[in-house]
Structure formats: C-alpha cells, structure tokens
C-alpha cells in the first residue's frame, strides 16, 4: 500500500498537490499498529493492545510495512521543502503514525541532509522539523536501551547547532526530558562549549557567555542528580567561573560519602591537583581512602597507584597533611607490601616540598620512631604478621621459594624499628614451632633466617 501511495504521491503532486498530500497522508496510517503493540517491542512502548493477537502480522511483515511507510513519509518530506504548511502537516503524520525511534531517526537525517544542500543557503523550516524529529527520538528512547543513543545525541546536538544558538540553549534547558546526565554533560554540554561549536556559529562574546552559562547550569544539575558520573565533567565545565566551580566542588564533597566510588573521587584529586589546587586534591583523595578496602592479598589492586601517589601528596603538602592521612591509610589497606612501600618513601625525603604558599619546610627526615610514622611500621609489622599466617594455612611446596622472598621483605620492614632485629628472630621462632609439621619449609627459613 505504502508503495502505491509513494508512486500516486509523485505522479499528482505536479498535477494536484493538495490531492497527493491527501493520498498519501492517508496511506501513512497503521491501523495495526494503533490497535496494538508487539508483545516486549520496546520501540512501542506507548501503544496498548486491544485486539485479538490471532490478528497480529508477523514480526517480518511488520517490519517491511513500517519502512515502506518510512519511504513514503521520506519521500513527501522531501517534496515539501520550502512549503511550512505541508511540511508542519506530514511532521504531525510521522509522529502520530511512525512509532520506530529508529525509523524517525532516519527520517530526521534525510530532513536535515536535504535541508542544507553544500551550494545553497539552508532551508530552515526543513531543518526546525529535523530538529522536532530528533527531539521526539530522544523522548522515546531516553528510558529504554538503543545501541544508537550515543550516535543520536550527537547527531542532535549538530542538528540544533545548524538551527542555531535558541535551538542549543533549548535542548539544554530542557536536558532532563531527553537526555541522561551523563549524556547531558558529557556530550551535550561539552559540544555545546567547545571551540569548534563557537567557530561554526561565529558567536560573539554576549553569545558565547549566555552559551556558557546554560551549560554550567545544566552541569550543576546534572552533577546533583549523578554525582558519581557527571562531577569531572561539571567541573571541567565550570572551570571559567569561580562561582559555579566552587558550586560544583561543594556539591561533589557533600556527595563524596554516599554517592560516589573510590576510583572517581581519586580521579576528582588527580583533576584538582592538576589544576593547582593541592589542598582540595589532598581532601579528595583523603575521601577516597576512606571507601577504600585494600585486603592483605591484594598487592595488585587497581587502586594501589592511587594510594600511593596520595601518599605523595600528603607528603609533599607536609607534616600535619602526612599525620592526618597516616590513619586513613592504616585503615584502608591491609596489604604489607604496600604498606611498607608507603613508609620506605617516607623515610627517603623530608616531608613538605610542594612549596605550598605559607609553608615551611624543615628539611629533616621524619623518624620511624616517633609518631606518626611509628603507627605506620607498626601497622605494616603487624600486616606482614598477619598475612604470613594466612599464607602459611593453604601452601604448596612450589610457593616455598616466594614465601621465602616475602619474609626477607618482611625482614627489611622489621629492622627499621629500634627493636626489629630481635622482634623478627622472635617472629622467625614463633613460625619455626608453630609450623613445625612444615618440614621442608621450615629448613628453607632456617637456611636463609637462621
């Protein structure tokens, strides 16, 4: 039928358009589709079924019917640039009718391909109904997964931007209704601000400002509603203004205990600490310890760089930063060696070489024997303990010879406090009895420990 209706469309439109349009207006409806959906069809969602599913075609009928009518409602889109009357009257029929948001998608494309033509001045009634297509594409498929969503937001933000800068702020003001947060952010809102958007308008400086600050207000937003997801990118958005900048670092602190994973806050740190501000990246990572779980045997852990480089952080800012993280870092990570290798870069330098502005630097090493890394040793004695324990309960003959290199670390850790040497022959004792069963294994410790 869609066929047909295509061929009369094209064969009176010279003859007698009103006809034509009538035609194949009429030709656009489904009664099939408005009397039911396809049963888990989740590009019907709005549509309800009210006959009998004996009357149902099948799937690859229904299919082949809908891009005909695509086809068709291509075809009279086309014919109808430059006439607003029949152009707002077929946009009316495809979102009455056409209920694929892929196939509106498609639509939409052509619209705007045939509305700007390379050699002539763009159409901009053909381009506006491009536009309400592909807003009506993000409104259907903003709850339910499409493979193609990221494709189409930014199809849709280059759309807008070919309507100009009232289209741009419009999807933006009204981000909440077609786009995610994320989508919002990190797509919408940073296209939206980039310089090769700017260059294409040929913005002036009041444009770009009123741009800019949309785009902040709907990064604000976003990152309240997703924090985990939208911070960096609201803070990168925000960097500009001092006011929306500490608005969306406020908003990322009172998030950071609930709404937000160790690897983003750690990422949050490593942005402020780019951006030269050194103190709050030392807050950020100090959040970040504190969701932190490094267990005994986890010296891979994905996040053992992290810690380390705010270890660094917290060492460079100096002494009280260093004594404030010491806890944390006790707390969150029960692996010896990485513990151990926190203090041994510790004892390396003097702490407070960022040249932190009203710092001084006192240029003495800090001692194991003193608080607060005195805590830490302990803390990393008593891991090594601990994990030789649990390594010992379920260990094969082939591992002997890694135990073996782990307690000679665990050797280096011990001797650096005043005592260590006699807490680790006592430690090496206490095996060689408890372990006693472990022949083999305990010749090996008696060889290399005495």
């Known amino acids: 039928m869609h066929t047909f209706a295509r061929y009369l469309f094209k064969a009176l439109l010279l003859h007698d358009p009103d006809l034509a349009y009538k035609v194949s207006l009429r030709a656009m409806r489904l009664p099939v589709l408005e009397s039911m959906a396809p049963a888990g069809d989740g590009s019907h969602p709005h549509l309800v079924a009210l006959v009998d599913p004996s009357r149902y075609p099948r799937w690859f009928i229904l299919g082949h019917l809908e891009t005909q009518q695509c086809e068709l409602a291509s075809t009279m889109l086309t014919a109808a640039k430059g006439d607003p009357k029949w152009l707002r009257v077929v946009l009316e029929s495809i979102q009455q009718n056409i209920h694929s948001p892929s196939l509106i998608y498609k639509l939409a494309q052509d619209a705007c391909k045939t509305a700007t033509p390379p050699s002539c001045a763009p159409d901009i009634t053909l381009l506006n109904v491009s536009l309400e297509l592909g807003l009506q594409v993000m409104r259907m498929t903003l709850s339910i997964m499409n493979w193609r969503r990221r494709e189409m937001v930014r199809w849709l933000v280059s759309c807008a931007t070919e309507v100009g800068v009232c289209a741009l702020m419009n999807i933006m003001q009204n981000w909440y209704s077609l786009f995610t947060p994320t989508e919002a952010t990190t797509i919408v809102a940073a296209t939206v601000t980039s310089h090769a958007t700017v260059l294409r308008l040929n913005l002036d400086y009041t444009q770009r400002e009123e741009l800019d600050s949309c785009a902040r207000t709907l990064a604000l937003q976003c990152t309240m509603k997703d924090p985990q997801n939208c911070a960096l990118s ?9 006011v929306a900048f500490e608005t969306a670092y406020q908003i990322v602190l009172d998030s950071a205990s609930t709404g937000m994973s160790y690897s983003h806050l750690f990422t949050i740190a490593r942005y402020m600490e780019h951006r030269g501000f050194p103190i709050r990246a030392y807050k950020m990572a100090s959040l970040a310890l504190s969701h932190l779980n490094v267990a005994y045997n986890q010296d891979t852990h994905t996040a053992i760089n992290d810690v380390l480089w705010a270890c660094s952080l917290s060492h460079s800012l100096g002494k009280n ?7 944390l ?3 969150s990570v029960q692996c010896a060696p990485v513990l151990s290798d926190i203090l041994r870069r510790w004892t390396m330098s003097a702490p407070g ?10 240029g003495k090493l800090m001692s194991t024997e003193k608080a607060p890394l005195c805590q830490l040793l302990n803390a990393t004695i008593d891991a090594y ?13 082939r591992h002997y010879g890694e135990f073996i290199e782990f307690l000679s670390k665990a050797r280096e850790t011990f001797l650096m406090a005043q005592d260590g040497h006699i807490q680790f022959t006592q430690f090496i004792d206490n095996l060689k009895q408890t372990y006693k069963g472990k022949k083999k294994l305990m010749m090996l410790v008696r060889e290399r420990f005495g």
């Open 329 to 331: 870092v006790i707390k």
């Open 234 to 242: 609201a803070l990168t958005l925000c960097e500009k203004n001092h």
């Open 321 to 327: 930063e260093l004594a404030a993280i010491v806890p």
């Open 385 to 397: 303990i601990s994990t030789t324990h649990s390594r010992l309960t379920h260990i094969s003959p």
């Open 353 to 362: 070489l960022a040249g932190v502005p009203g710092r001084r630097n006192s």
